[in-house]
């Protein structure tokens, strides 16, 4: 069953230096992933733990925040079909050595951790993840 959704992607520090937004963005748009809004910002260190907070027991956390808050990123509102999963799948696996032919993590990301994009995980995700960026 389809449903109209709105997800949240993040273009990472790694993609955004690359210049690889417009690519990144077209690649959205050929699938039927509209952008509802965006905008350009650069994250405090704190600001990025608040964001990824849910992993804060990971290894690989602290790590994370620092390179998320490293340099400028493009947050944007995506808006279609089944966004959730589209993008995930469009994203690919999150080791782009494990991604998928032609998929965004595949075609531009280099290592686990600049993987070039983050993407809303589920619906209850994508809202809060949304309000975080843009309704506060
Ligand atoms: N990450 C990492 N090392 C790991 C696993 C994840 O640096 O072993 C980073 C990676 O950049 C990933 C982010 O942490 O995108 C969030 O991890 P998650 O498992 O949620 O992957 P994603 O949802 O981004 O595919
Ligand atoms: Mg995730």
Known sequence: MSK????LSIVKPDAVERNLTENIKTIFLKNNLIVKESKKIHLSKEEAAEFYKVH?????YDALCSYLSSGPIMVMILEGENAVSLNRKLMGA??????DENTIRKLYGISIDKNSVHGSDSLDNAKREIDFFFRN
């Open 4 to 7: 109209l959704e709105q997800t």
């Open 56 to 60: 804060q027991s990971k290894p690989f």
């Open 94 to 99: 999150t080791d782009p050595k494990n991604a």
